[in-house]
């Protein structure tokens, strides 16, 4: 693997504190303090590599993954199959999804599965949504075919009819709303 990859417990780290990430990261300090060693404790039979079987459930343990396109890597405490589905597994202290960083984490997890299993692929480093008259549209496409430059950059647009909008599931925000204001 790359050694240039960001690790995905530095996601987390960055996330809890970016002067942690940095001291971590770019100095290679690691402070221990209690917490941390109570954690490596209580993880140690976590890092066991191996595969069980549980009922429907098929546990790999301590499994590595990365993505070339993120340019992260590291290892997953579990992934669960069941089913066909892959489910990343990070084994952390105290109580479910009361920290921010540690869904960073999982959620880095969860796309280097996908993008290593094929489920998806990353087209976009962003997606923007708008709402334009057909002049506008037009007006749009010649803009973006004078700024781009074609061996290098990749746009796509996806036009979507009134139906499509109103079949549109969002997770997270709310879903697509035209604005009285559209600027170019």
Same mark, same amino acid.
């Given at each position: @693997?790359?050694?240039?990859?960001?690790?995905?417990?530095?996601?987390?780290?960055?996330?809890? $504190?970016?002067?942690?990430?940095?001291?971590?990261?770019?100095?290679?300090? @690691?402070?221990?303090?209690?917490?941390?060693?109570?954690?490596?404790?209580?993880?140690?039979? #976590?890092?066991?590599?191996?595969?069980?079987?549980?009922?429907?459930?098929?546990?790999?343990?301590?499994?590595?993954?990365?993505?070339?396109?993120? &340019?992260?890597?590291?290892?997953?405490?579990?992934?669960?199959?069941?089913? +066909?589905?892959? !489910?990343?597994?990070?084994? =952390?202290? +105290?109580?479910?999804?009361?920290?921010?960083?540690?869904?960073?984490?999982? $959620?880095?997890?969860?796309?280097?599965?996908? @993008?290593? $299993?094929?489920? +998806?692929?990353?087209?976009?480093?962003? #997606?923007?949504? $708008?709402?334009?008259? &057909? @002049?506008?549209?037009?007006?749009?496409?010649?803009?973006?075919?004078?700024?781009?430059?074609? =061996?290098?950059?990749?746009?796509? !647009?996806?036009?979507?009819?009134?139906?499509?909008? &109103?079949?549109? !599931?969002?997770? +997270?925000?709310?879903?697509?709303?035209?604005?009285?204001?559209?600027?170019?």
């Amino acid at each position: @693997m790359n050694e240039n990859y960001l690790p995905l417990a530095y996601l987390n780290a960055w996330e809890y $504190c970016p002067r942690r990430f940095y001291l971590e990261y770019e100095l290679g300090e @690691m402070a221990d303090n209690e917490y941390i060693l109570q954690g490596r404790y209580l993880h140690r039979n #976590v890092d066991i590599e191996g595969t069980y079987q549980d009922e429907a459930i098929l546990t790999h343990r301590h499994q590595w993954v990365w993505s070339d396109r993120l &340019k992260v890597n590291g290892v997953i405490d579990a992934v669960e199959e069941k089913d +066909g589905k892959l !489910i990343p597994l990070e084994y =952390k202290k +105290g109580r479910q999804g009361r920290h921010l960083n540690d869904h960073f984490q999982l $959620c880095a997890a969860a796309l280097c599965l996908e @993008m290593l $299993c094929g489920y +998806g692929k990353w087209t976009q480093y962003s #997606v923007f949504e $708008c709402f334009l008259t &057909k @002049m506008q549209f037009v007006k749009l496409q010649q803009q973006i075919e004078d700024l781009i430059k074609p =061996k290098t950059d990749s746009v796509r !647009i996806y036009v979507l009819d009134t139906n499509a909008i &109103k079949k549109a !599931i969002a997770y +997270g925000s709310q879903l697509p709303q035209q604005e009285n204001t559209i600027i170019l």
